[in-house]
């Protein structure tokens, strides 16, 4: 019964930390979705982001875009938008 709580109590205590802003006061670079978790709300479901920067940081952003997965390449632009990066360019010639 103790080992069950762990869990929850670890997950209560990262979800007390961060609050809803889309990126905001991060800096900019690239990185990797580490893991996406839901946060259901009222009126619509939060998507929480663990990325993996680049840098070696690790940031928690917050977002209602559900179209993100681990293991996918993104970027952190100067205007605090978490974007999508493709692995290879369209129309490129190999």
Known sequence: MKK???PLCVA???AA???YS???G???GGGFVASVGVLPSADRNL???LLRMDSGATRTVDLDDPTFFPDERVEVTSDG???HLS????GAKS
Do not use: H, Q
């Open 17 to 19: 930390c961060g609050s």
């Open 81 to 83: 938008r978490v974007v």
């Open 87 to 90: 692995t290879y360019k369209l």
């Open 47 to 49: 998507y929480r982001l």
């Open 12 to 14: 209560a205590l990262v």
């Open 26 to 28: 991060l800096p900019p």
């Open 4 to 6: 069950s709580l762990i």
């Open 22 to 24: 889309p990126a905001a």
